[in-house]
């Protein structure tokens, strides 16, 4: 099972995508699902809230073959779009699905993968079916820049209206509203329509193969386990998990006997400081959601890294505090209950 595609062709199915992979919590949604049908070399990936498919038409040679279809995970991507940038654009790849490998074959040197074919893809052709076969006749169907779409990344959610062919999209937002002009000049629709029917009857034989049920309750669209870190870079998930960690501590110190003090203390401070870190973050958001975003990444970072020891010191060291007393009166008091307990 193999297709051959240049290594300009791979690299812009690559990079369309690249930007929608799934975390690694989710495993199965952590990397570019390369899909190959009887016309068409397929790029497709997701992170649950978004969803991105680029196709590649194969030449006649390759449209013989069965289809089939392998992940490349996440940690490999690098790797395998440097790989690319050392050759010309026209140079060939030949890209061959083994059982537990994908092997790209190139003009000078080739590259193999370990892939898991156990993980379950979600119907990314009958999700995005369903979708395009709910679009009602008339809907209206203007272009726009990619590129301008990308300004109104305002840190923040953003609700959308559509006005009509020839007039502008509309985003909203708290306390923002903005526009965005559509294109005019022909030739830039899809596949030079300038209708959805259009549009829609050029994926007819890529949607006709997804199943006309499926939709976002895929399992692998859920949630993923996050026990090798189990902070997130969401604002809101952070948000979610501070409050649900504050409620959580607070049943736990309900149900706890007075004959145990350091479990109940332990369920009290851990209560408190949620609460307080929500409330930290939740003024900070209010008044500047860009930093508040980017507190929430950075403090991500640190967590993943480990040092929260080190951080902490230095970061109390820096504030002008005195970290190393608190370690020494920390010792004495341990001490101090160490000989009481004797």
Same mark, same amino acid.
């Given at each position: 099972?193999?297709?051959?595609?240049?290594?300009?062709?791979?690299?812009? !199915?690559?990079?369309?995508?690249?930007?929608?992979?799934?975390?690694? /919590?989710?495993?199965?949604?952590?990397?570019?699902?390369? $899909?190959?049908?009887?016309? /068409?070399?397929?790029?497709?990936?997701?992170?649950?809230?978004?969803?991105?498919? &680029?196709?590649?038409?194969?030449?006649? $040679?390759?449209?013989?073959?069965?289809?089939?279809?392998?992940?490349?995970?996440?940690?490999?991507?690098?790797?395998?779009?440097?790989?690319?940038?050392?050759?010309?654009? %026209?140079?060939?790849?030949?890209?061959?699905?083994?059982?537990?490998?994908?092997?790209?074959?190139?003009?000078?040197?080739?590259?193999?993968?370990?892939?898991?074919?156990?993980?379950?893809?979600? $119907?990314?052709?009958?999700?995005?079916? @369903?979708?395009?076969?709910?679009?009602?006749? *008339?809907?209206?169907?203007?272009?726009?820049?990619? *590129?301008?779409?990308?300004?109104?990344?305002?840190?923040?959610?953003?609700? &959308?209206?559509?006005?009509?062919? $020839?007039?502008?999209?509309?985003?909203?937002?708290?306390?923002? !509203?903005? #526009?965005?002009?559509?294109?005019?000049?022909?030739?830039?629709?899809?596949?030079?329509?300038?209708?959805?029917?259009?549009?829609?009857?050029?994926? !007819?034989?890529?949607?006709? %193969?997804?199943?006309?049920? #499926?939709?976002?309750?895929?399992?692998?669209?859920?949630?993923?386990?996050?026990?090798? /870190?189990?902070?997130?870079?969401?604002?809101?998930?952070? *948000?979610?998990?501070?409050?649900?960690?504050?409620?959580?501590?607070?049943?736990?110190?309900?149900? @706890?006997?007075?004959? @145990?003090?350091?479990?109940? !203390? =332990?369920?009290?401070? &851990?209560?408190?400081?949620?609460?307080?870190?929500?409330?930290?973050?939740? #003024?900070?958001?209010? %008044?500047?959601?860009?930093?508040?975003?980017?507190?929430?990444?950075?403090?991500?970072?640190?967590?993943?890294?480990?040092?929260?020891?080190?951080? =902490?010191? +230095?970061?109390?060291?820096?504030?002008?505090?005195?970290?190393? @007393?608190?370690?020494?009166? /920390? +010792?004495?008091?341990? %001490?101090?209950?160490?000989?009481? =307990?004797?």
């Amino acid at each position: 099972m193999s297709v051959t595609i240049n290594a300009h062709q791979l690299q812009l !199915l690559l990079d369309k995508t690249a930007n929608h992979m799934g975390s690694e /919590y989710n495993e199965a949604l952590h990397g570019i699902r390369l $899909d190959v049908d009887a016309k /068409y070399l397929y790029a497709v990936a997701s992170d649950r809230y978004t969803i991105a498919v &680029a196709r590649y038409q194969l030449s006649h $040679d390759d449209e013989q073959q069965e289809p089939w279809a392998r992940t490349i995970p996440g940690e490999h991507f690098r790797s395998i779009r440097e790989w690319i940038d050392t050759m010309k654009g %026209a140079g060939l790849i030949t890209i061959s699905a083994a059982k537990d490998r994908l092997v790209f074959e190139g003009p000078q040197s080739d590259l193999s993968i370990t892939v898991n074919t156990d993980l379950e893809f979600p $119907d990314w052709r009958g999700v995005l079916r @369903k979708q395009v076969e709910a679009a009602t006749d *008339g809907t209206a169907f203007p272009a726009f820049d990619s *590129g301008f779409l990308a300004r109104f990344n305002t840190g923040t959610f953003l609700h &959308a209206r559509l006005t009509g062919n $020839d007039r502008p999209l509309l985003v909203f937002a708290d306390d923002f !509203l903005g #526009a965005q002009m559509p294109m005019r000049h022909a030739g830039i629709y899809p596949c030079k329509e300038a209708s959805f029917d259009g549009a829609h009857r050029s994926w !007819l034989w890529t949607l006709a %193969a997804g199943s006309k049920d #499926a939709d976002l309750s895929d399992p692998a669209f859920a949630d993923g386990d996050r026990s090798r /870190y189990e902070v997130t870079i969401d604002i809101r998930e952070t *948000g979610e998990s501070l409050l649900d960690t504050a409620l959580r501590s607070v049943w736990e110190m309900s149900g @706890k006997s007075k004959d @145990k003090p350091d479990e109940f !203390l =332990a369920h009290c401070l &851990a209560a408190t400081h949620a609460w307080m870190a929500y409330r930290y973050l939740d #003024a900070l958001y209010n %008044a500047d959601p860009r930093a508040a975003q980017a507190v929430v990444a950075e403090t991500a970072g640190d967590l993943e890294d480990g040092e929260i020891g080190e951080f =902490a010191w +230095e970061a109390a060291e820096k504030a002008g505090f005195a970290p190393q @007393k608190w370690h020494d009166d /920390y +010792e004495a008091r341990k %001490a101090e209950r160490a000989a009481d =307990a004797a």
